[in-house]
């Protein structure tokens, strides 16, 4: 008996000095894990992680970071409370890495009344948070409500609204999933953008028959979040790209201050450039400047083909061949046909004397699918193209020559003049003339490149004391892309607003034409970090229909049988070390 008392009381001493060593390591843990902060992320996309580009920010604020998220409040649907709380679970990741940032979630209406609330919405409004109308279905029928759609972020005195309730323009997926997936870049694009001193300029050069504003439209607001847009004519003056100080009236000495515009956007021109003004463009790339070619080499154009079944296709005497093969590329003369291709409407029929549209299958719209493994073209999905050419790499060696995006492995190449038929999405193609592969659409040439103009400066500029010729430039950076439509947007009219470019009408898809310049744009300033935030990208993989179907037995074996033989070893294992114990006593 005394044995057995024994016993217990050194089993008793046993459990306590157990469970207050158990509670002494759970205290130790929490207060190590409060000082560091480590997160394991098992997914293959490293969906849940922040981006290195977003931790070095935030290791390097100088200042204190305060978001006020808005989405709060008790009578909110449950999808956007849902989201709420994975914007807090994100806001307080952002935390873990830097004290300097501060979150608080405010209901801004809470014990309003109706003229208060009213006021509260027109001011969130005004300083960027537009609210949502938000109708439900209750027993007393359809109630509206609002929800502020994201955050007021404020650094330095300076504030700059985070919308991140944001659809996918596509309509392809649940608000939801592409608002948490948008969730980093638009936080971290609105700290970035309060942290800058300044917005690097944008310019869209005008004068040779460019894409004027409407049809340019949706990437200019898009672009506006982050840098200065403006639409410059050069028009032959010298000074339209570049900024000067006058010292000398009298004699007109100037000092160059380098040049107005970071990056220079020329967008689908139709009209030939003049001498003097590729001369000014030149000298602004001899400067350091960057630049976005959009052309088309040929006349090509789905306009052409609205008001007939078909018209003649020719070369586009643009005069820029020769400054193109100076900085290492031409761009063809021709048009290429693609087996990835678009649809589009045409008349397949009559119904009395009334026309029949169906969608047809074109192989001059190119649905472009082979990118590269470059950050600006990294997620890219789909892009929209209508009558492109290709691109050949040719000159200067020693500058680097990055392939965006190329045609599909099925191409025919159309030299012109030709005609161009809508007949051709009427007829089956021939797969024997569809053999080129992976024609070059986009491409990116980086260096330092030499002045088309060194050795034939022309001898109306050589006179000119104020050109201050640059004969190379430093290391600086250049994208040519061989279709304008890319970035052109069309209107609607009805609704009095641009649709987002590469947006397709007929079939209801969005390419993804808009991201593919914004990156573009984003490279060329040099916003490298803000461009592998925006390439990070999730997607829910579709299960292989094959497999599944050839492995589903032995799918279902491992997915229910090994838990269950799992469970069982643990419960023969936890029998056995019983049976020992016991045993031994």
Not at 554 to 574: D, E, K, T
Request: with cysteine; aromatic share 10%; charged share 25%.
């Amino acid at each position: 008996m005394k044995k057995n008392s024994q016993n217990s009381n050194r089993y008793k001493k046993s459990a306590i000095i157990g469970f207050v060593s158990a509670l002494l390591i759970l205290v130790t843990i929490n207060i190590i894990s409060s000082y560091l902060f480590f997160r394991i992320d098992l997914t293959s996309d490293k969906r849940h992680s922040l981006s290195l580009a977003t931790i070095e920010m935030l290791k390097n604020l100088e200042d204190k970071v305060y978001i006020k998220v808005y989405l709060k409040g008790d009578n909110y649907p449950a999808d956007y409370k849902l989201f709420a709380k994975k914007v807090q679970e994100f806001l307080q990741e952002l935390r873990g890495y830097s004290n300097q940032v501060h979150i608080e979630f405010i209901d801004p209406v809470a014990g309003k009344n109706r003229e208060e609330t009213a006021a509260i919405y027109g001011e969130l409004a005004g300083r960027g948070l537009t609210p949502i109308p938000i109708s439900t279905e209750t027993s007393a029928g359809f109630s509206t409500q609002y929800v502020i759609p994201g955050a007021l972020i404020r650094y330095k005195e300076k504030e700059y609204p985070a919308n991140l309730v944001v659809s996918d323009p596509s309509g392809n997926e649940y608000w939801m999933t592409y608002s948490t997936q948008e969730l980093e870049y638009n936080v971290i694009s609105a700290i970035r953008s309060l942290m800058k001193t300044g917005k690097p300029k944008v310019a869209f050069v005008e004068g040779h028959g460019e894409l004027d504003f409407l049809n340019t439209s949706w990437v200019t607001y898009q672009l506006q979040r982050f840098y200065q847009t403006e639409r410059v004519t050069i028009g032959g003056k010298i000074n339209s790209l570049r900024n000067i100080s006058v010292l000398d009236t009298v004699n007109y000495d100037v000092e160059v201050r380098g040049n107005k515009y970071d990056v220079l956007v020329i967008a689908q021109p139709t009209e030939p450039f003049s001498d003097f003004d590729k001369f000014i463009i030149d000298q602004h790339i001899m400067r350091g400047g960057k630049i976005l070619w959009l052309i088309d080499a040929t006349t090509g154009s789905m306009d052409s083909l609205e008001t007939r079944q078909e018209f003649f296709a020719t070369a586009r005497n643009l005069r820029l061949n020769d400054i193109f093969f100076r900085y290492g590329v031409r761009l063809n003369a021709n048009l290429l046909q693609d087996i990835s291709c678009q649809s589009v409407k045409m008349i397949t029929g009559m119904a009395g004397d009334k026309p029949q549209y169906s969608l047809v299958a074109f192989p001059y719209a190119l649905r472009v699918v082979n990118f590269s493994t470059h950050p600006i073209v990294r997620n890219m999905k789909a892009i929209k193209s209508e009558f492109a050419g290709n691109i050949d790499f040719v000159g200067n060696p020693e500058l680097d020559k990055t392939i965006l995006m190329t045609s599909s492995d099925q191409t025919k190449m159309v030299p012109v003049p030709s005609i161009v038929t809508l007949n051709v999405g009427r007829a089956r193609p021939n797969m024997q003339e569809f053999a080129l592969r992976k024609l070059n659409l986009a491409v990116l040439i980086e260096g330092e490149f030499e002045s088309a103009f060194r050795g034939i400066v022309p001898t109306y500029l050589d006179t000119l004391k104020s050109i201050n010729f640059i004969e190379k430039s430093p290391r600086t950076r250049q994208i040519f892309i061989s279709d304008g439509d890319i970035i052109r947007n069309t209107i609607d009219y009805k609704r009095n607003r641009p649709l987002p470019a590469g947006y397709d009408m007929h079939t209801e898809t969005m390419y993804d034409n808009s991201e593919l310049i914004i990156n573009c744009v984003n490279y060329l300033c040099a916003d490298d970090d803000l461009l592998k935030i925006r390439a990070k990208n999730f997607k829910i993989g579709p299960l292989d229909k094959i497999k599944v179907m050839n492995k589903s037995r032995s799918l279902a074996v491992i997915n229910i049988g090994v838990p269950l033989l799992v469970i069982v070893i643990m419960a023969i294992v936890m029998i056995l070390i019983r049976r020992y114990r016991f045993r031994r006593r």
